[in-house]
Nanobody
Framework: QVQLVESGGGLVQPGGSLRLSCAAT????????MGWYRQAPGKQRELVAL???????TYSDSVKGRFTISRDSAKNMVYLRMNSLKSEDTAVYFC????????????????WGQGTQVTVSS
């Protein structure tokens, strides 16, 4: 099993910045990809940013140029730096990861964190 724990959410004014962190723990053999999703009230969960094991990154159009995803491979952590925050960025942000689990079968699995609230408001 692989567990994901997010931190760093909170209340910020429009134009402000926040950094989210996600720690992956458990029987990790390798990481295929980790990413951030968000879900606003009444809306579907959507991909915000993704980073692959090879370091390739992708962003949703709505955050491109404002958000940056990064990782610390040695610590199995992924970060989301959010700048120039807007009210429409208000959502619960979820960390997601696709891993190869240690073991005789090297099973691939997907895990989700519990989510962290980001509220952008004056």
């Amino acid at each position: 099993q692989v567990q994901l724990v997010e931190s760093g959410g909170g209340l910020v004014q429009p134009g402000g910045s926040l950094r989210l962190s996600c720690a992956a723990t458990g029987s990790i053999f390798s990481i295929n990809a980790m990413g951030w999703y968000r879900q606003a009230p009444g809306k579907q969960r959507e991909l915000v940013a993704l980073i692959t094991g090879g370091g390739f990154t992708t962003y949703s159009d709505s955050v491109k140029g404002r958000f940056t995803i990064s990782r610390d491979s040695a610590k199995n952590m992924v970060y989301l730096r959010m700048n120039s925050l807007k009210s429409e960025d208000t959502a619960v942000y979820f960390c997601n990861g696709n891993f190869v689990e240690r073991g005789p079968n090297l099973r691939t699995m997907t895990s989700w964190g519990q989510g962290t609230q980001v509220t952008v408001s004056s």
